[in-house]
């Protein structure tokens, strides 16, 4: 078993066997049960290759916290009787199981972004209530579900906002309010998007105005400026986000003299080459 963060090591548990049917609950920050890795399971069963799943004791029950595929597996063989091995936790919190499950799964099946996201809220990592915080703070909610917008308002792009968010300086936070002083909260704004604009911004931290920024953006739908962003990462290569931020570039410059940004190859994302100069006055 692999070495769990600090905060857990001193949790007791306990190795032991367990009927199938006993383990009764799925905690609420699992993953949505996968149907085709179920199937894997089933398909080349064996028990020489069953692990221990890991479960965490309550008052109400056992709940699975790491082997739902491979429990849901055992099921569906007729092994509901059967006794499966076990690590037993006695005594987490929610908090605690939740970071547990990010821990078992970093070099197994890795969660995904949103579920990783999820999972660590529900243990107050720093960084992920920071996110949360400047989402809101834009308008916006993260949508931490399975599908696209749950009604309006809405984030899904979660693997986005927590690069993005590493990139410092504010960037997230400047990114996300320009998204919704162009075009407003109710419509959910692509990765693409998002990552294009918080490419721009990142170039041009102290040299653009938000005002100009937003003015010129609500000249075209946000549809358009990732079609356009999509042309030119097709004509020069590189990333669609560049070509998206590229394109952003040419909006701002149109119809500009004297607070004209610098071409995009003169800048270098998350600090520039040279002296950045200062803030571009508003037009």
């Known amino acids: 078993m692999r070495v769990l963060a600090a905060a857990l090591e001193s949790v007791p548990y306990t190795f032991?066997?367990?009927?199938?049917?006993?383990?009764t609950g799925i905690a609420g920050y699992q993953r949505q049960l996968d149907e085709y890795w179920v199937q894997c399971i089933v398909r080349d069963f064996a028990w020489s290759r069953f692990k221990p799943v890991t479960v965490s004791w309550r008052d109400d029950?056992?709940?699975?916290?790491?082997g739902q595929h491979r429990v849901e597996a055992a099921r569906r063989l007729g092994y509901g009787k059967w006794k499966i091995p076990v690590v037993v936790y006695i005594g987490l919190t929610e908090g605690q199981e939740a970071k547990l499950f990010v821990e078992l799964n970093r070099d197994q099946k890795r969660p995904n972004k949103r579920q990783e996201l999820s999972a660590a809220?529900?243990?107050?990592?720093?960084?992920?209530?920071?996110?949360?915080?400047?989402?809101?703070?834009?308008?916006?909610?993260?949508?931490?579900?399975?599908?696209?917008?749950?009604?309006?308002r809405t984030i899904g792009s979660v693997g986005t906002l927590m690069m993005i968010h590493s990139w410092g300086a504010g960037t997230l936070q400047r990114t996300l309010q320009a998204l919704a002083d162009a075009y407003g909260v109710n419509a959910e704004p692509s990765g693409q998007m998002i990552h294009g604009l918080a490419s721009f911004i990142?170039?041009?931290?102290?040299?653009?105005?938000h005002d100009v920024l937003v003015r010129k953006m609500r000249?075209?739908?946000?549809?358009?400026?990732?079609?356009?962003?999509?042309?030119?990462?097709?004509m020069f290569g590189?990333?669609?986000?560049?070509?998206?931020?590229?394109?952003?570039?040419?909006?701002?410059?149109?119809?500009?003299?004297?607070?004209?940004?610098?071409?995009?190859?003169?800048?270098?994302?998350?600090?520039?080459?040279?002296?950045?100069?200062?803030?571009a006055r508003r037009e």
């Not at 990592?125 to 909610?141: F, L, N, S, T, W």
């Not at 990142?202 to 105005?209: E, H, I």
């Open 238 to 279: 590189g990333t669609v986000w560049d070509g998206t931020g590229r394109y952003i570039l040419k909006l701002y410059n149109t119809k500009l003299r004297t607070t004209r940004l610098p071409e995009w190859n003169e800048m270098r994302q998350r600090g520039s080459g040279r002296k950045a100069g200062v803030k």
């Open 219 to 234: 000249d075209e739908t946000a549809a358009a400026v990732e079609a356009q962003g999509t042309s030119i990462k097709r």
């Open 121 to 152: 809220l529900a243990y107050n990592d720093p960084e992920a209530v920071a996110i949360k915080q400047i989402v809101e703070g834009c308008g916006y909610r993260l949508n931490l579900g399975t599908g696209r917008n749950v009604g309006g």
């Open 202 to 209: 990142s170039r041009y931290r102290t040299l653009y105005d």
């Open 61 to 66: 029950g056992f709940f699975i916290i790491d």
């Open 16 to 23: 032991d066997e367990l009927p199938l049917h006993e383990l």
